[in-house]
Nanobody, 119 residues
């Protein structure tokens, strides 16, 4: 059974930092591209950042470029999202997603972790 478990969310002041982690189990982690999405109240879920299965290619939403960094440790089956210079508009539930590098229909989601940026 595949599981993705996010952690690291919380309440932070504007300008602060958080690091989210997503630990995967039940799959061959190195076969999967990993992504972070977020969903704010009343809004659609949006892609924040993604990283290829080998870690060599990353992409970011324009709204987080230069502030967020996605990385992965295939030995630990973990993907990270380092979030710096946080803004109130970054407040959302953050989800990680795994998508097989060849079989794109094989996708899995985590349960999400809340990030709240407020003074």
């Amino acid at each position: 059974q595949v599981q993705l478990v996010e952690s690291g969310g919380g309440l932070v002041q504007p300008g602060g930092s958080l690091r989210l982690s997503c630990v995967a189990s039940g799959l061959i982690f190195s076969y999967y591209g990993m992504s972070w999405y977020r969903q704010a109240p009343g809004k659609e879920r949006e892609l924040v950042a993604c990283i290829a299965s080998t870690g060599g290619i990353t992409n970011y939403a324009d709204s987080v470029k230069g502030r967020f960094t996605i990385s992965r440790d295939n030995a630990k089956n973990t993907v990270y999202l380092q979030m710096n210079s946080l803004k109130p508009e970054d407040t959302a539930v953050y989800y990680c997603k795994a998508r097989h590098r060849m079989l794109s229909a094989r996708q899995y989601w985590g349960q999400g972790t809340q990030v709240t940026v407020s003074s």
